[in-house]
């Protein structure tokens, strides 16, 4: 369990979407907060400190973990990459930053993996983090590489873990997939600090999503971490109508991960 007053949690990815709303949430309660981006971050709060880092460095990994409790990892390479930048970033990168985190002692990892770790299961299956991956692509499929990791982690170095399978996080809905799939800024804050101070999550794999009316997933541990969503994406179908878009319509994907399930892989 992470204490925000006690405890340094080191947050990567800082720069990106995910990362800044997550700061502005963390800095009002954790004491000790330490940014890592390949990008520069300069506005920083009194209780943050910022120190660049590539994930493909692994000598500056080591150098940014020294001393840090807890890792939220929110580095990532979007999936319109090509297959060997996603390597670098999304399943080397994610060695490297898990290693230097164990070998300095880290406590508690809480992980951005991602809806595409399920994405080829039809969409009628409520997907539940019990049942077996099935990646819809090859980011997704190192979204599961993560996931795995940090299983052996918890089992072989007792490093306990959450991965929350993140859906469509983005400040509102923006289509109707997003309707099942949306994570609002507020949930993810919430998600990521239920992680951190959970007593023992073992390593637990948690559906990264609002409470929407729409959710195409089911059991998704939510009432393990203690989560209870803010927000629900039905709210806002009717400003996606009024922006033209077909929301109404049947279903348009036949698999959870929608597009990414169809679309050919970036070489
Ligand atoms: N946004 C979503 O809907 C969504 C959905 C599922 C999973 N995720 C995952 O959540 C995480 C955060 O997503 P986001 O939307 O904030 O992405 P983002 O692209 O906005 O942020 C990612 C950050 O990683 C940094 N980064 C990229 N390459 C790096 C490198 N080599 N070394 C160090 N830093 C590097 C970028 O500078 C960026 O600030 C990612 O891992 C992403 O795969 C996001």
Request: proline residues 6%.
């Given at each position: 369990m992470i204490d925000p007053a006690r405890h340094r949690v080191l947050l990567t990815g800082a720069a990106g979407?995910?990362?800044q709303a997550l700061r502005a949430s963390l800095r009002a309660t954790y004491k000790h907060l330490r940014l890592t981006d390949i990008r520069p971050i300069t506005d920083?709060?009194?209780?943050?400190?910022?120190?660049?880092?590539d994930v493909a460095d692994r000598a500056a990994l080591d150098r940014v973990m020294h001393g840090v409790d807890a890792l939220i990892h929110m580095t990532g390479a979007p999936a319109d990459h090509d297959l060997e930048?996603?390597?670098?970033?999304?399943?080397r990168g994610v060695y490297d930053t898990f290693e230097a985190a164990r070998g300095a002692g880290v406590r508690r990892i809480v992980y951005a993996s991602s809806n595409h770790a399920h994405g080829l299961y039809p969409i009628e299956?409520?997907?539940?983090?019990?049942?077996?991956?099935?990646?819809?692509?090859?980011?997704?499929?190192?979204?599961?590489?993560?996931?795995?990791?940090?299983?052996?982690?918890?089992?072989?170095?007792?490093?306990?873990?959450?991965?929350?399978?993140?859906?469509?996080?983005?400040?509102?809905?923006?289509?109707q997939r997003s309707l099942a799939t949306w994570l609002s800024p507020r949930d993810i804050c919430?998600?990521?600090?239920?992680?951190?101070?959970?007593?023992?999550?073992?390593?637990?794999?948690?559906?990264?999503?609002?409470?929407?009316?729409?959710?195409?997933?089911a059991d998704p541990n939510w009432a393990r971490l203690g989560y209870v969503p803010l927000d629900?994406?039905?709210?806002?179908r009717e400003m996606l109508r009024g922006q033209g878009i077909d929301v109404d319509g049947a279903w348009e994907y036949d698999r959870h991960g929608g597009s990414f399930a169809v679309q050919p892989e970036k070489q």
């Amino acid at each position: 369990m992470i204490d925000p007053a006690r405890h340094r949690v080191l947050l990567t990815g800082a720069a990106g979407e995910i990362g800044q709303a997550l700061r502005a949430s963390l800095r009002a309660t954790y004491k000790h907060l330490r940014l890592t981006d390949i990008r520069p971050i300069t506005d920083l709060a009194p209780n943050e400190t910022f120190m660049a880092a590539d994930v493909a460095d692994r000598a500056a990994l080591d150098r940014v973990m020294h001393g840090v409790d807890a890792l939220i990892h929110m580095t990532g390479a979007p999936a319109d990459h090509d297959l060997e930048t996603l390597f670098r970033v999304n399943a080397r990168g994610v060695y490297d930053t898990f290693e230097a985190a164990r070998g300095a002692g880290v406590r508690r990892i809480v992980y951005a993996s991602s809806n595409h770790a399920h994405g080829l299961y039809p969409i009628e299956i409520p997907v539940t983090p019990a049942h077996p991956a099935r990646p819809d692509s090859m980011y997704g499929t190192f979204k599961v590489w993560g996931e795995t990791m940090l299983q052996y982690y918890f089992d072989r170095h007792a490093i306990q873990s959450v991965s929350l399978r993140i859906g469509t996080y983005r400040p509102l809905p923006i289509d109707q997939r997003s309707l099942a799939t949306w994570l609002s800024p507020r949930d993810i804050c919430q998600l990521v600090d239920l992680s951190l101070r959970h007593a023992g999550p073992g390593a637990l794999v948690v559906q990264g999503y609002s409470g929407n009316t729409h959710l195409k997933v089911a059991d998704p541990n939510w009432a393990r971490l203690g989560y209870v969503p803010l927000d629900n994406a039905e709210q806002y179908r009717e400003m996606l109508r009024g922006q033209g878009i077909d929301v109404d319509g049947a279903w348009e994907y036949d698999r959870h991960g929608g597009s990414f399930a169809v679309q050919p892989e970036k070489q």
